[in-house]
């Protein structure tokens, strides 16, 4: 194994669904460790830092998205939540709290590996990204700062957004003007294809016209193009 495959650590509390994924995953190359739980976890990463966490939601004790949170907010490392739950509540929660993709059991280990590569690359080119100057967007007021992730208001108070109103504003604006599909805009979000059960994209965007105080039944900023998308209707103001 080459001393510089990524390191996934699968953080599961079945010993035998953990050991397979191991197993897996390090016959394809990777440097995997196992944990149980959240204690077993932080000693792992803290000896060598994980680039993709796989995180089981039902964990006894502290849960995977107690453990989510937690994580996200120390670094960026690409998370995937692994759990037997179908709600799209649950869902959503997850990418709001900073998982990158949601797999839901029983899953079929070749398209959990694709995840795993795509979320990996994108881990991977985001680094550099980060070292460059912040961009300001504005727009009736609004400022959408992409280097301290904020958006603050004329007054400078700052509204708070979740990990997936964010990415769904910072596409919006970037593409004003523009049509954007469901399937984008969740690729964008949790990194996977929309179907038509997925309300996920409508959820993020009724909560951001609700943040921006856009009208929902006659909104001026994030427009519905119906059976195509979302539609960032405001010119972003000039520098």
Same mark, same amino acid.
């Given at each position: 194994?080459?001393?510089?495959?990524?390191?996934?650590?699968?953080?599961?509390?079945? #010993?035998?669904?953990?050991?397979? /994924?191991? $197993?897996?995953? +390090?016959?394809?190359?990777? !440097? =995997? %460790?196992?944990?149980?739980?959240?204690?077993?976890?932080?000693?792992?990463?803290?000896?060598?830092?994980?680039?993709?966490?796989?995180?089981?939601?039902?964990?006894?004790?502290?849960?995977?998205?107690?453990?989510?949170?937690?994580?996200?907010?120390?670094?960026?490392?690409?998370?995937?939540?692994?759990?037997?739950?179908?709600?799209?509540?649950?869902?959503?929660?997850?990418?709001?709290?900073?998982?990158?993709?949601?797999?839901?059991? #029983?899953?079929?280990?070749?398209? /959990?590996? $694709?995840?795993? +590569?795509?979320?990996?690359? !994108? =881990? %991977?080119?985001?680094?550099?990204?980060?070292?460059?100057?912040?961009?300001?967007?504005?727009?009736?007021?609004?400022?959408?700062?992409?280097?301290?992730?904020?958006?603050?208001?004329?007054?400078?108070?700052?509204?708070?957004?979740?990990?997936?109103?964010?990415?769904?504003?910072?596409?919006?604006?970037?593409?004003?003007?523009?049509?954007?599909?469901?399937?984008?805009?969740?690729?964008?979000?949790?990194?996977?294809?929309?179907?038509?059960?997925?309300?996920?994209?409508?959820?993020?965007?009724?909560?951001?016209?609700?943040?921006?105080?856009?009208?929902?039944?006659?909104?001026?900023?994030?427009?519905?193009?119906?059976?195509?998308?979302?539609?960032?209707?405001?010119?972003?103001?000039?520098?």
């Amino acid at each position: 194994m080459k001393a510089s495959a990524a390191h996934i650590v699968v953080i599961e509390d079945d #010993p035998v669904t953990r050991a397979k /994924l191991a $197993a897996y995953f +390090k016959a394809e190359g990777y !440097r =995997v %460790s196992e944990a149980e739980d959240g204690e077993m976890m932080r000693d792992i990463i803290a000896a060598d830092p994980a680039d993709l966490l796989m995180i089981d939601i039902q964990l006894p004790g502290e849960d995977g998205l107690r453990l989510t949170r937690e994580q996200r907010e120390r670094s960026d490392v690409g998370i995937i939540l692994v759990t037997g739950r179908s709600d799209t509540v649950d869902r959503i929660v997850g990418l709001e709290i900073g998982a990158d993709d949601y797999v839901t059991k #029983p899953f079929d280990q070749r398209e /959990l590996l $694709a995840r795993v +590569k795509n979320l990996l690359r !994108r =881990v %991977s080119a985001g680094r550099p990204a980060r070292t460059a100057a912040p961009q300001k967007r504005s727009f009736l007021g609004w400022t959408l700062d992409l280097g301290s992730r904020t958006l603050s208001n004329a007054e400078g108070a700052f509204t708070d957004l979740t990990r997936a109103e964010f990415k769904a504003l910072s596409l919006l604006t970037a593409n004003a003007g523009q049509v954007l599909s469901r399937d984008r805009l969740l690729h964008e979000i949790a990194h996977r294809d929309w179907d038509p059960t997925d309300r996920t994209v409508d959820v993020v965007i009724r909560r951001l016209r609700k943040k921006l105080g856009d009208d929902s039944r006659h909104p001026r900023l994030i427009v519905t193009s119906h059976g195509e998308g979302y539609l960032f209707a405001v010119p972003l103001d000039r520098a």
